[in-house]
């Protein structure tokens, strides 16, 4: 049997022309935008394209599974620059590869393990555990705790049976707990640097230190958790670039970007109009709610040559997977880090790397297409002999 994965064909090329499309999800239509420029204008103008709504930046809005505003994604500059900036110190690029060795130990342990063994699952135990240990250490917390962050699944809200499975109550105790802890004794960790911060003179309340929290658990662990497996899908599935990638670790850092731009685990969000306006062909009023297409955007033929193509040595690669503007991920450093060390890992202890059934992606039927989402499940094999490898 032979098993595959590629990524599809721009699932977004019937909407190109018009440069948005209406979708309903149930909720009352609105307005996806799919082109580059469209997506980045409207990314970077919040004072048209408000994200200052509670509960409903994330589409579909989350008022039945939490009860905080998350923070500072749904929040416009100046506000947002300010709660940005209390922790920020902590995603940048240099204290984020402080913690890569403690992850490369990590992936080693697992990768051992699993070495000319049976195959293993990638989501559950890799990509969790990557993502959960990756995040105690930037958050400045213990270990252990990772392993109840674990048990929490790949997404807080979701559940890959029975999809929406409402409010996370542990997830909601914990981050009760470590921010009164944090409000009595200060501290070093994520939630000492918020309720020691200031923020426009002030301290913080309790309820915008949960909804930093929140955010965190809600949008930084499934986004991270897809991309690590559409990374080592793709390569599994590619054995030649493999034995390419293997071969020059130059080409470790593009290729983790050009996978980001072909899986974009964050594939739309949602803004609202304050006024009326026109904007990419569409015709909004105020108030609107619309969605700017970082995946469709990311397949943009103007923008990007042979868009479908995974060319793992793509140069320059302007993809937005990240977003854009003032919101773009706190998390990218971070994100980036964990991708490359599991690449990294892989290339030297498990040479040999091949799908061990055909990976189950997760898709949305919108507007008559089916737009694939994220890996729901993936299992590979890993071999420490690079000899079944053609070009080795
Ligand atoms: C929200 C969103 C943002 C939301 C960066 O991600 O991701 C979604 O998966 C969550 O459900 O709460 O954080």
Redesign the pocket.
């Known amino acids: 049997m032979t098993v595959e994965f590629s990524f599809p064909p721009d699932p977004w090329r019937h909407f190109r022309e018009a440069g948005h499309l209406t979708i309903d999800l149930g909720l009352g239509p609105f307005d996806l935008f799919v082109n580059y420029d469209d997506v980045r204008t409207a990314a970077r103008d919040w004072r048209t394209f408000t994200s200052d709504t509670p509960f409903e930046?994330?589409i579909p809005p989350?008022h039945d599974?939490?009860s905080v505003r998350?923070l500072p994604?749904e929040t416009d500059p100046p506000a947002h620059t300010a709660y940005r900036d209390i922790v920020a110190s902590r995603f940048t690029r240099g204290a984020v590869e402080k913690h890569a060795d403690a992850l490369e130990a990590l992936v080693d342990s697992i990768l051992e393990l699993a070495l000319d063994g049976g195959p293993i699952d990638v989501i559950h135990d890799l990509g969790l555990r990557v993502v959960n240990h990756g995040l105690a250490a930037a958050l400045g917390r213990s270990q252990d705790e990772a392993e109840m962050w674990i048990g929490w699944g790949q997404?807080?809200?979701?559940n890959g049976e029975t999809g929406r499975r409402g409010p996370n109550e542990e997830m909601e105790a914990f981050l009760e707990a470590a921010t009164d802890h944090a409000l009595a004794n200060g501290g070093e960790d994520f939630w000492g640097q918020l309720a020691t911060g200031e923020f426009e003179g002030r301290r913080l309340a309790r309820d915008e230190i949960l909804g930093f929290g929140?955010?965190v658990f809600?949008?930084?662990r499934?986004?991270v958790i897809g991309s690590i497996s559409a990374v080592i899908a793709w390569f599994a599935a590619n054995p030649t670039e493999w034995a390419r990638l293997r071969a020059d670790c130059d080409l470790v850092a593009p290729a983790v970007e050009e996978i980001l731009r072909l899986s974009s685990p964050?594939p739309f969000?949602g803004r609202h109009t304050t006024a009326p306006c026109t904007h990419a062909g569409a015709n909004l009023e105020a108030d609107a709610l619309v969605a700017l297409g970082f995946s469709a955007a990311n397949r943009d033929p103007e923008v990007f040559a042979d868009a479908d193509r995974c060319m793992i040595d793509r140069q320059p690669n302007r993809h937005i997977a990240f977003g854009h503007g003032p919101h773009t991920?706190l998390g990218a450093h971070l994100a980036r880090m964990e991708l490359r060390v599991v690449l990294e890992r892989l290339i030297k202890l498990a040479p040999r790397l091949g799908l061990a059934e055909e990976p189950k992606v997760a898709t949305l039927h919108l507007a008559g297409q089916d737009i694939p989402l994220a890996i729901g499940r993936l299992s590979v094999e890993l071999g420490s002999s690079g000899a079944r490898n053609p070009s080795s």
Do not use: M, P, S
């Open positions: 930046v994330v989350e599974v939490r998350q994604i997404h807080v809200f979701y929140n955010l809600a949008g930084g499934d986004t964050l969000i991920c």
